[in-house]
């Protein structure tokens, strides 16, 4: 079993930046396809930015450009680095680590963007 902890969320203003972390309890993450994904009340669970282990990445369009997903295998960490964010992107953002048919979820950290 593996376990993700989130940390570095908080409110910012618009504008502002913040970096996630997520922390894995077994280095063995570094096989896995890391993710963020978020989820805003009222709405579904979405994808935020994903990384491979070879490093490849993917993020959802209103992130792009803005966003960046990284890894650091030695540390079985993974940060999302958050700069201009907007007050839509408030949400609480959880970590995930995805090696079918495993899949872990993180408890999730609250951002909240003021305008």
């Known amino acids: 079993q593996v376990r993700l902890v989130e940390s570095g969320g908080g409110l910012v203003q618009a504008g502002g930046s913040l970096r996630l972390s997520c922390a894995a309890s077994?280095?063995?993450?570094?096989?896995?396809?890391m993710g963020w994904y978020r989820q805003a009340p009222g709405k579904q669970r979405e994808l935020v930015a994903t990384i491979t282990s070879h490093g490849s990445t993917i993020y959802t369009d209103p992130v792009k450009g803005r966003f960046t997903i990284s890894r650091d295998s030695a540390k079985n960490t993974v940060y999302l680095q958050m700069n201009s964010l907007k007050p839509e992107d408030t949400a609480v953002y959880y970590c995930?680590?995805?090696?079918?048919?495993?899949?872990?979820w993180g408890q999730g950290t609250q951002v909240t963007v003021s305008s």
């Open positions: 995930n680590a995805h090696l079918a048919p495993l899949r872990y």
């Open positions: 077994e280095r063995t993450i570094s096989s896995f396809t």
